[in-house]
């Protein structure tokens, strides 16, 4: 018998009848043999709706404790929903709130992160024969007992974490797409489904902007080994299991992942910085002070007859006004001439493990994007990766040529569903 | 400084409008000086959209412990939608759920009791300056540690609950109505608004269907002595202040209270009973043991020709099916002929404690019921109240001419606003 933790996402579960058919799959697993705790995201749009409440009651924007109260009410509506409908097909099954389920994190309201999951009540319901539920996306904080959030993308961590908590043999997410692809197949038709991917090519995939699973997640799966099985809510297709480190795969089956794209992010440039030692330091503290994350980075060549050079980093948009704003108050101290934003790009990433054992990978993306006649911005690598930034409007044929040029399409035909976030 | 606590009813709550209005009044009374704790209901028409979904996904009826979990988000919602309202007004707000705030019960989902209230949470934010809200209707069950909900009229109960173990000055109840009145205003325009009324009264009208309080709310009002001041959430009218014993009421203030009426009854009359004792004995045991509340009682005089009487009794129309299953099972054994039942029957009670030191009350009672050509069906009399059954038909009749037999109008004209019940 095996213990399997099941995720639901608010699109599986977004009227009575898509959480009737959920309730249907969660009891065949049981009916398998199985050992089944399932966490559900809140119903497709109890979270706007909700925030746009607290909007119209708190125009000056509502406290964040107050928030968090506010919206894990939506995960325990279609928990407790959810139950019942398995309840009605003759199976017992008990919700839990993240704060019941042992799920303990910092006080950080609206992204906690998970400190710790004590699932003893959860263990205790699984050992009376019953189907557990668990509210995803939320906690109780360990200092104030206040109910918390971890953020986007959260209800995957919680059950991911459970899942490390209760050694269960595999996490099961199940999504609006039949797994994770070799590109987003809303913008290349022939995309390919992967049966496996390690943990670090998910992880820069993650990173890259591949928004199937978050980031948090995977790093969470992969420091306690928890296999995450990727599959469609609608179908019964294989799906994609995430698991084992990328060193286990031999050098011979290493083969590129596939290509993931970010709109998310914006380019600052902070122009005539002075050439010397410790400035760029200085803007890169500048920003960091504001929390914010910096992605890639380049400094241009000095140019010899000024002694200056310019630095362009890029950010997520949202992050663009705050980040803008610290560096112009320190304009006197760093010395800089100008600033400069520009929202309209995008980010293409080519992944894999075989990218180290390949020789000429480099040459080949670029030469694709030459040949498609997009022009670089940007580039930056890891060992199992390279990115590029291009145009906004280049970021879709930039993504079609990389998927053709490293023969990643395959004859399986993608079915895209509409999605949600949480 | 007084420690006031607050109760809104789900219709105060039913919008964002409503909530910013209901968020002034409480900052209103903590810049008054007070300590405030508010407990909030959910919003109008949450509580029916919940079941509704319940039902869909669980037709044969959701499990009790699920539909807690369900509908106690409600609360949730609301109570933080308050605290982010208050926070826009610019004062600190903290809410908590029945769990938080320390409301502990019996495991009985769906009527839990409330056996304790520990608010150390309460007690610390207020210590810090804070408003509290506390989600009503709602609590943790002692043994299980599982959500449970209080039943109808659970949130005033919570708010009185609260008010005793934080040895609060006063628990004021914000509602549609003004106030407690001499009579439902629906039915009798002049009726009157009362300033006091003593906790057996009370009781006596909850007891016989005024709506405006629920009879365990009082009855938990007057053991731990707590005054109750009923008021309008839509208007600064003084309201009527619940509290003390009609003990202390010298004799010659005390008065009649009101007329309350009940349409929430029906009548089942057992036919042919042996008139032996003991078989009237059998017929309420056997009701007793479905769980069923009997209210009204009357034994008819035996035919001496053959032996035999007939026992008629009220109980909740509700209750109907199972008491007639029930005693049409244990037909053999109590040896009756026949079960007749009628649901098209009323209620209505005259209270008041003025009713011990004027005798004659029930004379002028039944003439005011015999001049409007109203039959009287049963009888029942308290040392304080008198109730008679009559026609469905003549229910309303009967209320006011008992409200003009005792002069009990006056002149301020009764508003009414539409409401809800938990």
């Known amino acids: 018998m095996a213990l399997v933790v099941q995720k639901y996402g608010g699109s599986s579960v977004a009227s009575a009848e898509r959480i009737r ?15 089944v705790v399932v966490v559900v995201s809140a119903m497709g749009d109890t979270t706007d709706e909700l925030l746009d409440l607290a909007q119209q009651v708190c125009p000056s924007g509502p406290p964040a404790r107050e928030m968090d109260m506010l919206l894990t009410s939506g995960e325990r509506i279609s928990n407790s929903l ?13 919700s839990f709130t993240g704060s019941q389920a042992g799920v303990i994190t910092t006080g950080a309201h609206g992204n906690a992160k998970i400190i710790d999951v004590t699932p003893g009540r959860v263990r205790d319901a699984l050992d009376r024969g019953s189907i557990v539920l668990v509210a995803g996306f939320q906690g109780v904080s360990q200092d104030s007992k206040d109910v918390t959030t971890l953020g986007r993308g959260g209800s995957d961590t919680t059950a991911v974490a459970l899942a490390a908590a209760l050694k269960a043999d595999v996490c099961e997410i ?31 995939m993650a990173a890259c902007g591949a928004k199937v699973l978050m980031l948090r997640c995977v790093e969470y799966a992969r420091r306690y080994n928890v296999p995450v099985h990727v599959r469609s809510s609608y179908t019964t297709k294989p799906g994609t299991m995430v698991s084992g480190s990328m060193e286990d795969i031999p050098v011979e089956e290493a083969i590129l992942t596939g290509v993931a794209h970010d709109r998310s992010e914006a380019k600052v440039t902070v122009v005539g910085l002075p050439d010397v030692p410790g400035y760029a ?37 949202t992050d663009v006004p705050a980040a803008v704003e610290k560096l112009t108050e320190l304009q006197g101290e760093i010395g800089f001439t100008q600033i400069l934003s520009d929202e309209r790009i995008g980010k293409v ?9 390949h020789p000429g990978v480099t040459a080949t993306f670029c030469e694709a994007l030459a040949e498609a006649g997009i022009n670089i911005d940007l580039i930056s690598t890891s060992e199992i990766r390279i990115s590029v930034l291009v145009a906004d409007d280049d970021l879709d044929d930039a993504v079609r040529a990389i998927h053709k040029a490293f023969d990643l399409g395959g004859d399986e035909e993608a079915v895209v569903h509409a999605g949600t976030g949480r």
């Open 281 to 317: 330091a200085k803007v890169f503290r500048a920003v960091a002070e504001t929390e914010i994350n910096i992605d890639m980075v380049l400094q241009n060549i000095s140019k010899v007859e000024t002694g200056k050079t310019d630095i362009t980093f890029t950010l997520p948009k």
């Open 21 to 35: 058919r959920v309730a249907e799959r969660i009891v065949e697993t049981k009916r398998a043999g199985n050992d």
């Open 174 to 204: 199940y999504t609006d797409v039949d797994g994770i692809f070799t590109a987003d197949p809303r913008i290349v038709p022939d995309a390919q489904r992967l049966d496996t991917v390690s943990f670090e090519e998910m992880l820069e």
């Open 82 to 94: 959810v139950a019942m409908a398995i309840h009605s097909l003759g199976e017992e099954a008990r």
């Open 349 to 357: 990433s080519l992944v894999g493990a075989g990218m180290k054992s």
